[in-house]
């Protein structure tokens, strides 16, 4: 199993910028590496159920967002340092939420959290208005 640390929540205001980081670690499932994992980032607002952001394909790069933080939110990976990233911009006070990283050795890509073996402890993301 992966282990997955995330860090670079924080507080900041409507409108700011933040940038999550996910460093994964950890005996590999059945000797792949991290850049054959799929990648993600979800979230979990208080009451509410844990909901998808963004997703990474380990075939082609291709990446995947909600709807509600498609073209603020950039998801990345540098292979290399087995850390995923999260750029989100603009940010508005409905992005308040615990943020995790999730990853998984057996899918190309997912958005449902159900697919992710592996998940982070979750960085707390505070937007003020």
């Known amino acids: 199993q992966v282990q997955l640390v995330e860090s670079g929540g924080g507080l900041v205001q409507a409108g700011g910028s933040l940038r999550l980081s996910c460093v994964a670690s950890?005996?590999?499932?059945?000797?792949?590496?991290?850049?054959?994992?799929?990648m993600g980032w979800f979230r979990q607002a208080p009451g509410k159920e844990r909901e998808f952001v963004a997703a990474?394909?380990?075939?082609?790069?291709?990446?995947y967002y909600a709807d509600s933080v498609k073209g603020r939110f950039t998801i990345s990976r540098d292979n290399a340092k087995n850390t995923l990233y999260l750029q989100m911009n603009s940010l508005k006070p409905e992005d308040t939420a615990v943020y995790y990283c999730?990853?998984?050795?057996?899918?190309?890509?997912?958005?449902?959290?159900?697919?992710?073996?592996?998940w982070g402890q979750g960085t707390q993301v505070t937007v003020s208005s």
């Open positions: 999730a990853a998984d050795g057996s899918v190309v890509h997912s958005t449902i959290p159900t697919d992710f073996g592996s």
């Open positions: 950890g005996r590999t499932f059945s000797g792949r590496t991290f850049s054959t994992y799929a």
């Open positions: 990474d394909s380990w075939i082609g790069g291709t990446t």
